[in-house]
């Protein structure tokens, strides 16, 4: 079945940087547009970037573009999400996501906190 395992995530000041990974398995990830979603303390879980199969084509939540980088390396099954300049606003609890597939992973705590 499919296998979501994120990583990375931490406290950071504002204006540091952190790099989440996500870890798939149980589907051929090459095939699939992959995509980090994050859910804030309170609010509803929004989308936040996605990446096409191949890597070619981005999409950016507006509050997040030219700051966060999402990518991919389909040899390791494994998506990525650069994230620099961190706000306040951007703490939250970040998860990835096949495309068009039901499964979530545990989701990994970003915190951006003086």
């Known amino acids: 079945q499919v296998q979501l395992v994120e990583s990375g995530g931490g406290l950071v000041q504002p204006g540091g940087s952190l790099r989440l990974s996500c870890a798939a398995s149980g589907f051929t990830f090459s095939q699939y547009t992959m995509r980090w979603y994050r859910q804030p303390p309170g609010k509803e879980r929004e989308l936040g970037a996605s990446?096409?199969?191949?890597?070619?084509?981005?999409i950016y939540l507006d509050s997040v573009k030219g700051r966060f980088t999402i990518s991919r390396d389909n040899g390791k099954n494994t998506v990525y999400l650069q994230m620099n300049s961190l706000k306040t606003d951007d703490t939250a609890v970040y998860y990835c996501?096949?495309?068009?597939?039901?499964?979530w992973g545990q989701g990994t705590q970003v915190t951006v906190s003086s």
């Open positions: 996501k096949a495309y068009n597939t039901p499964a």
């Open positions: 990446i096409s199969s191949g890597g070619i084509t981005t």
